[in-house]
């Protein structure tokens, strides 16, 4: 069994610092104070003086009711940044949902090994057949947040399917990736631009 290892005073005193000069973030700001843990306070001046302390003791868990933050961009985002590699005229016709695919594959209920080898077969077969544009329906996926401290995006699909396409072996073959029109699924859907066959 092991045991905890106590504060130094000069730990402690750090602590407390750090303590009194930290705002809480989100919309809630709570002007807590509590007592000092007295088993952790070191002794002497340091422990006279009234600091200010956070609402939790060293040790405690954090609580998860503040906002949630998460600083990645959405896929939607990080899709209409990349940079066109295809026909721009060809490009905003896509983009209004003009160019109909000429294949389409439904990702929806599969477990991620599933849908990858799924969609490893569909893109390979595709291109074997001189086909340049398909559709990959992914859906947009289901809000399951645990409530934990580490954000969970939702649509699994919707987020690994960009990211295979970049990858070996169906990277070389792949020229563009971007959304769905709303008559094809929208933000549930992608379309995938093939190079052509040499």
Sequence with gaps: MTRKRQL??????????????????????????????????????A????????????????RGDGPRHDVLPGIAERIAAAPVAMDRKSFHRLKRGKLAPEARLDLHGMTLDDAHGALTGFIL?????????????????????DGGPIPVRHG??????????RLPPLGPLVLQVTEAHIRHGGGGAYYVYLRRRR
């Design 8 to 45: 130094r005073p000069d730990e402690m005193t750090l602590w407390q610092e750090v303590a009194r000069r930290t705002e809480p973030l989100g919309p809630k700001r709570r002007q807590a104070t509590m007592m000092p843990d007295k088993t952790s306070t070191p002794p002497g001046p």
């Design 47 to 62: 422990s006279e003086e009234a600091s200010p302390v956070p609402a939790f003791r060293l040790g405690d868990a954090a």
């Design 125 to 145: 077969r595709a291109h074997g057949a001189n086909k340049r544009l398909v559709l990959v329906v992914t859906g947009k996926g289901k809000d399951r947040d």
């Design 156 to 165: 699994v699909l919707r987020h690994n399917v960009p990211q295979w396409l």
